[in-house]
């Protein structure tokens, strides 16, 4: 419920980092009573493994995106019944789970808003995860790519005080073990980044700069070697 970069094509695959998230997840399984409901939580991970990119990893529990879905105790956690739902079931899942971020979380880098574009796996993934996949049953998730400049350096994360349940989110940072917060609904948290790289913006700046010069440049340079061609068959014109 942690980490999905096993299971989507957003990012590179990190697996240091995703055998720690299973560690978190594996030890906090085991301190919620048996009885208790499966996903008591909801679950966002930020990875800041690259300056100037935060990426956004959310897991949904798939049968609490349609309302009045009770699954039966021998399939307490919803496997086999996500493994065996129609496309077009799916396909209300993966709207319904996009609308959930919209509604339960907001990103803010600095002054500026932004609104994660999330990419879901396709069907068969969300069905059946591969060997290796840390998405626990019943569940599959999403993820979205921040990209912030220099001048942003924190980004602040508000959990709505609608949500029916806690949030953990899940810091990942190089060579660092991942940081895990609790929050209530309505609380905010403020994330410092990595100093952004300066070449984004200063590279297409001079690109840009350098694009509008080239025709001046090539228009002066066609006027000299004109007026140099005359002066040479004309010496008058020298003077």
């Not at 059946?128 to 602040?156: I, N, Q």
Request: one cysteine or more; glycine letters at 8%.
């Amino acid at each position: 419920m942690l980490s999905i970069r096993g299971d989507t094509t957003t990012g590179p695959i990190n697996s240091v980092m995703r055998r720690w998230s299973l560690v978190i997840l594996i030890l906090f399984a085991l301190a919620i009573p048996v009885s208790a409901h499966p996903a008591l939580y909801h679950y966002l991970e930020i990875d800041l493994l690259e300056p100037g990119e935060a990426s956004v990893y959310v897991t949904f529990h798939a049968p609490e995106l349609i309302e009045g879905v009770v699954t039966p105790e021998d399939d307490l956690y919803g496997r086999e019944w996500l493994a065996t739902r129609d496309d077009a079931t799916l396909a209300g899942l993966v709207e319904n789970a996009d609308r959930f971020t919209g509604e339960v979380f907001a990103f803010r880098l600095a002054e500026r808003e932004v609104t994660p574009d999330f990419a879901f796996p396709d069907f068969a993934t969300i069905r059946r995860p591969p060997p290796g996949s840390v998405v626990p049953d019943g569940c599959f998730s999403g993820a979205a790519m921040l990209l912030y400049t220099r001048g942003e350096t924190v980004l602040t994360i508000a959990f709505s005080s609608a949500a029916q349940k806690r949030l953990m989110l899940i810091i990942n940072r190089p060579a660092a073990f991942p940081e895990v917060v609790d929050l209530e609904p309505g609380e905010r948290y403020a994330l410092v980044l990595p100093e952004a790289p300066i070449r984004g913006g200063v590279v297409r700046g001079l690109v840009a700069v350098l694009a509008g010069l080239i025709p001046i440049l090539a228009v002066a340079l066609i006027g000299w070697r004109r007026g140099l061609f005359l002066r040479k068959k004309n010496p008058t014109l020298a003077g």
